[in-house]
């Protein structure tokens, strides 16, 4: 396996079900980072680990819990969400938090759609 | 004022066609500018990387910065129907701001 790895690619679930998404990387980077993408909206930062600290919390509501266990492996675990928290989830990982490049390394993502 | 502003078409063309994408945007300290493809079902993946001002060319593909102006863009040459996705402005100076993405489909 190579680059970035999410998984499930899609999961539906019901407001009072709780999952989890999985992102794995293998590319020895230090960063990694949660994403939000609605249609034709920019990006939106969820949270960002650095050295398996989180180091950014953009005001996401307490229904959406990160773990980070290791500098290789990302969670994002869901817990009572709404419709509308229904988006493409990104991962990403880069060699750094807070390096001018700042170039990002994205999986493919998991589609959730919250009946 | 959002940050930045892309439109987020969609933007239809010929095959062969040259191919305009453009980003605005209101924060001076943005240094580094971005722009990432992202084909469908799939996550972006980026493309052209620019410090500063000025173009950057890499085959037929052209990124410009005009910082006086706070106006990026990206040019297609001889657009391919692979070329069909949507293309994310992106840009960091204390922080990394998305634009929303401009959806481009290449007709052959």
Not at chain 1, 33 to 57: C, D, G, H, I, T
Not at chain 1, 86 to 114: E, I
């Amino acid at each position: 396996e190579t680059g970035v790895t999410q998984t499930p690619r899609h999961l539906v679930m019901g407001m009072t079900n709780k999952k989890s998404l999985k992102c794995e990387q293998h590319l020895g980077h230090n960063a990694m980072y949660w994403y939000k993408q609605s249609a034709k909206k920019p990006l939106e930062l969820m949270f960002v680990y650095s050295l398996e600290e989180r180091v950014e919390n953009n005001s996401v509501p307490s229904r959406f819990s990160p773990e980070c266990p290791n500098s290789s492996h990302l969670f994002l675990h869901l817990h009572t969400l709404q419709p509308e928290d229904s988006a493409l989830y990104l991962c990403a990982s880069s060699q750094d938090w807070l390096s001018g490049a700042n170039v990002l390394t994205f999986g493919a993502g998991s589609r959730l759609t919250v009946l | 004022q959002k940050e930045v502003e892309q439109d987020p078409g969609p933007l239809s063309v010929p095959e062969g066609a040259i191919v305009s994408l453009n980003c605005t945007y209101s924060n001076s300290a943005f240094q580094y500018f971005m722009w990432y493809r992202q084909y469908s079902r799939k996550g972006p993946e980026l493309l052209m990387y620019t410090y500063s001002s000025g173009n950057k060319e890499d085959g037929r593909f052209t990124a410009q910065v005009d910082k006086s102006s706070k106006y990026i863009s990206l040019f297609i040459r001889d657009s391919q129907p692979s070329d069909s996705a949507t293309y994310l402005c992106a840009m960091y100076g204390n922080k990394l701001v998305f634009g929303a993405g401009t959806i481009l489909r290449v007709k052959s």
